[in-house]
């Protein structure tokens, strides 16, 4: 090390004319590209390694060969030109054309030639850098057909940068949204957002820095004419070479009118329910009336003793108490307002039996219930009745010669908040395991043309609008058949609907 | 005169007694039948859901038992289509009456089966 202090130090270039050459010969021979020179009558007079590498041919088979070896027939032409060019000193840069390669193979090029001047500045021949560019050509491709499918689709598929700002926008994105990709491009996608759900767009940026994906998100956008787009947005994050995440795709599809016909399908079933309850409810309050009716005739016949008549007009009256009763019970349900009240829910459980008493009677099915929950909960009643009257008129069917329909509400205790848990389980016929996937899926139904299929799924969806969950498990095993519905309705479900009511609407 | 509803029941059954039918009363179907052949039927008045066995049911076997039997449904249940609907692809059709109905309404109806 100490000589290095009288010695000339290593990492200074060498200036001398031959040092730059070195240098120049160590630059050529370690190029990727092809660097190759002609003199004017297109006679190659050297030939690098990448020359070597991207046509085949060693330095001994070309040195002395001409320039037209490498090109196509068809294309001699462009050595005419090529040379007219260098002849009169002009460069040709990036000049993108057909080479061949020892083997035969032909390949896009994309080829530099300089002139190359002697001491006196005579043009003496050229030099060629050659890049071999199908590789960038298969990409272009991939790049176009890609670009060609993102604009082809139904779509509205956006790019955006790690700050919000749009950096792409599919015709998909112009039908949806209604902007032109020249005015929303450079925007903000707050520009998409309804006020009330700007929140969303800082969980969607956290989370994509933190190079999650998320997926089939339903919200709401807002159009260029101010309306409301349901959709449901897919983001995933987009990286560099490096893997950093720099921006992000966006793909929304508009589920509007799915969201309509769900909505149609809520309110067809709950027409169904009311139905299928009113009836229920015309058996209960049509026995009792038939038995006062009989009452009040048998009490005004002339031979019957005051004693008598005093026995008929209180068995009228109790009868005339059960049919208030059910009424209280039963119209209550219709003065619903969908607004959540306090309630215990296995009151909301016995109304629901009470109208299916009869039904259940009939059918021979026994009912044990063990209602543990002592505190109210807050729910929209009338969908708890609803999702309870379908769960229950399920058992019953699958009971056709009885059973026993077990009935327990628990208050359970849970990390993420405390909730009801509503247990239905009857001892019918069960759903087959292939079957057990589908029963919550709209107009699925095991019982032919006397189920509308949507019944279970209707549950589905309301049990979710109050926050909770539903599953069922069953068994077809003969002796042991069954079906369990489990539900939890947590305390807080339905209050934080209302809180983010402005994404389900 | 059958029924669960036992009210509905003994009080129906008082009134045909003052109209002048002989009455027995049942509460369910099956015991119905067991009471039948003691009983000789010329008239089955019956309610139509029903624990065990429902009114049809009863109704279509008690017509094979006696032929002449007339029968008349009674039903307070709008749900019951599918019940009428299987024993008319059996084909048995029944006169069907819809609760509440006024009694003298009731004995009427009956009468007018004897004449048909």
Same mark, same amino acid.
């Given at each position: ?6 010695? &000339? ?26 660097? $190759? ?8 007079? *050297? ?44 460069? $040709? ?22 002139? $190359? ?102 919200? &709401? ?8 787009? !349901? ?7 987009? /990286? ?26 809520? !309110? ?48 009228? !009256? ?26 215990? #829910? ?7 039996? *009470? ?100 019944? #279970? ?25 069954? &079906? ?7 305390? /807080?479900?339905?209050?934080?609907? !209302? ?7 | ?12 059954? @008082? ?8 009455? +027995? ?23 139509? +859901?029903?624990?065990? +066995? ?26 019951? @289509? ?7 692809? +059996? ?26």
């Amino acid at each position: 090390m100490t000589q290095s202090k009288t010695g &000339t130090k290593p990492d200074r270039p060498d200036l001398s004319i031959e040092g730059i050459r070195n240098f120049l010969a160590a630059i050529i021979a370690s190029s990727d590209d092809a660097i $190759i020179s002609k003199d004017l009558n297109g006679i190659i007079n *050297s030939w690098n390694d990448g020359a070597r590498r991207i046509f085949g041919y060693e330095a001994e088979e070309m040195v002395g060969q001409p320039i037209l070896r490498l090109i196509p027939i068809e294309l001699h032409h462009e050595e005419d030109f090529i040379l007219s060019k260098i002849r009169s000193g002009e460069r $040709i840069d990036h000049f993108e054309t057909t080479r061949m390669k020892k083997d035969g193979e032909k390949f896009p090029i994309s080829v530099t030639i300089s002139p $190359i001047k002697d001491e006196s500045g005579k043009i003496i021949g050229a030099s060629k850098i050659a890049r071999d560019i199908s590789e960038r050509r298969r990409l272009d491709e991939s790049r176009y057909r890609l670009a060609a499918i993102v604009d082809s689709a139904d779509d509205a598929i956006i790019s955006k940068n790690l700050d919000g700002i749009i950096t792409s926008w599919n015709n998909g994105a112009r039908r949806l949204f209604g902007y032109e990709q020249e005015e929303i491009v450079g925007q903000s996608i707050l520009t998409l957002i309804p006020d009330n759900l700007r929140h969303e767009e800082e969980e969607i940026l956290r989370r994509l820095r933190a190079g999650d994906n998320i997926e089939h998100y339903q919200t &709401t956008r807002i159009s260029k004419q101010g309306e409301i787009r !349901e959709v449901s947005i897919t983001v995933s994050p987009i /990286r560099n070479a490096k893997g950093e995440v720099i921006g992000a795709s966006k793909i929304a599809r508009d589920v509007s009118n799915q969201k309509k016909v769900e909505r149609l399908a809520i !309110e067809a079933e709950k027409i169904a329910t009311t139905g299928r309850m009113a009836a229920a409810i015309a058996h209960e309050i049509n026995n009792p009336l038939a038995s006062v009716l009989n009452l009040i005739f048998l009490a005004r016949q002339p031979d019957v003793s005051n004693q008598e008549i005093r026995d008929y007009l209180e068995t009228a !009256e109790s009868e005339l108490e059960r049919v208030s009763h059910i009424a209280r019970q039963t119209l209550g349900y219709y003065r619903d307002t969908g607004k959540p009240s306090e309630v215990h #829910l296995k009151d909301l459980m016995e109304n629901v039996l *009470s109208v299916y008493r009869s039904k259940l009677l009939a059918h021979d099915i026994a009912v044990e219930s063990r209602f543990t929950d002592l505190r109210k909960i807050r729910v929209r009643t009338g969908e708890v009745v609803q999702i309870f009257s379908n769960v229950i008129c399920n058992a019953i069917d699958s009971m056709p010669h009885g059973g026993t329909l077990l009935i327990r509400t628990a208050r359970i205790v849970r990390t993420e908040g405390d909730a009801i848990q509503v247990v239905i389980n009857d001892t019918g016929s069960g759903i087959a395991r292939e079957h057990l996937d589908k029963v919550f899926e709209p107009f699925f139904t095991t019982k032919g043309n006397l189920g509308t299929g949507i019944g #279970l799924w209707v549950a589905k969806q309301l049990v979710e609008r109050h926050g909770g969950q539903i599953s069922v498990s069953s068994s077809t095993d003969r002796g042991d058949s069954g &079906t369990i519905v489990t539900m939890t309705f947590p305390f /807080r479900g339905a209050e934080d609907e !209302e809180a983010g009511s402005g994404r389900e609407r | 005169m059958v029924d669960d509803e036992r009210i509905l029941a003994d009080t129906t059954a @008082a009134i045909l007694r003052r109209a002048g039918f002989e009455t +027995m009363v049942t509460y369910d179907g099956l015991s119905a039948l067991d009471n039948a052949a003691s009983f000789n039927p010329d008239y089955l008045l019956t309610d139509i +859901m029903m624990p065990v +066995m429902n009114g049809v049911e009863l109704a279509v076997t008690l017509t094979k038992m006696y032929p002449a039997l007339r029968i008349l449904l009674f039903s307070g249940q709008a749900g019951i @289509a599918n019940i009428l609907e299987k024993s008319r692809q +059996m084909g048995f059709e029944f006169p069907l009456l819809a609760k509440p109905v006024h009694p003298m309404n009731l004995v009427e109806s009956l009468k007018a089966l004897r004449e048909n």
